[in-house]
């Protein structure tokens, strides 16, 4: 069975940072790129990131870029998304997610854990 | 960037009957385009992916057709489970959008 564990979400001032990290199970994680999915209170779904296998290549929306980074440790079955210079319009629940196909950036969410929920606030 | 508008917002329907949603492109994305389906407190499931194939476990009440720039879902009968919000998103172009949402809530 696919789980995803999100954890490391929590109340940020503005201009803070955080690090969001997710432990997956039940595939073969270095066959898969992994991508942070958000989704702010009461809206829609924002895709943030993707990461493909092996650390071939990291993506970003055009929301994040310069501020977030994404990486994996294939060893620990974990992706992270280190969040800095967070801003309130970065307030949401973030969600990681596995790509179906695996090889690159452009893909669907076919797993998708829990979510972490980020605030930031003064 | 490609943007994704779903319709109706918000479709009132009762259990058995017919639901038909709508998810439009700005350009075309061929067929690189998934549904999703969201509970209150749960996370998105995907349910079709590639306009038209059913991810594994959906049922085949559940459909999915076009390509290009006009993307239908439907579900033929609706159960007590099918109730929700239903999101597009397309992998044709950078960067991955989603659509706004349809929620099908009980009449």
């Known amino acids: 069975e696919v789980q995803l564990v999100e954890s490391g979400g929590g109340l940020v001032q503005p201009g803070g940072s955080l690090r969001l990290s997710c432990v997956a199970s039940g595939f073969t994680f270095n066959n898969y790129a992994m991508s942070w999915v958000r989704q702010a209170p009461g809206k829609g779904l924002e895709w943030v990131s993707v990461?493909?296998?092996?650390?071939?290549?990291?993506y970003y929306a055009d929301s994040v870029r310069g501020r977030f980074t994404i990486s994996r440790d294939d060893s620990k079955n974990t992706v992270y998304l280190q969040m800095n210079s967070l801003r309130a319009e970065d307030t949401a629940l973030y969600y990681c997610?596995?790509?179906?196909?695996?090889?690159?950036?452009?893909?669907?969410?076919?797993?998708w854990g829990q979510g972490t929920l980020v605030t930031v606030s003064s | 960037e490609i943007v994704l508008t779903q319709s109706p917002v918000t479709l009132s329907l009762s259990p058995g009957e017919r639901a038909t949603l709508s998810c439009r492109a700005s350009q075309s994305v061929s067929s690189y385009l998934a549904w999703y389906q969201q509970k209150p407190g749960q996370a998105p499931r995907l349910l079709i992916y590639?306009?038209?194939n059913r991810a594994t476990g959906i049922p085949a009440r559940l459909s999915g057709s076009g390509s290009g720039t006009d993307f239908t879902l439907t579900i033929s009968s609706l159960e007590p489970e099918d109730f929700g919000v239903y999101y597009c998103q397309q992998r044709g172009n950078w960067p991955l959008t989603f659509g706004g949402g349809t929620k099908v809530e009980i009449k």
């Open positions: 990461i493909r296998r092996s650390g071939g290549g990291t």
């Open positions: 590639d306009a038209s």
């Open positions: 997610t596995k790509t179906k196909y695996g090889g690159n950036w452009d893909d669907y969410f076919d797993y």
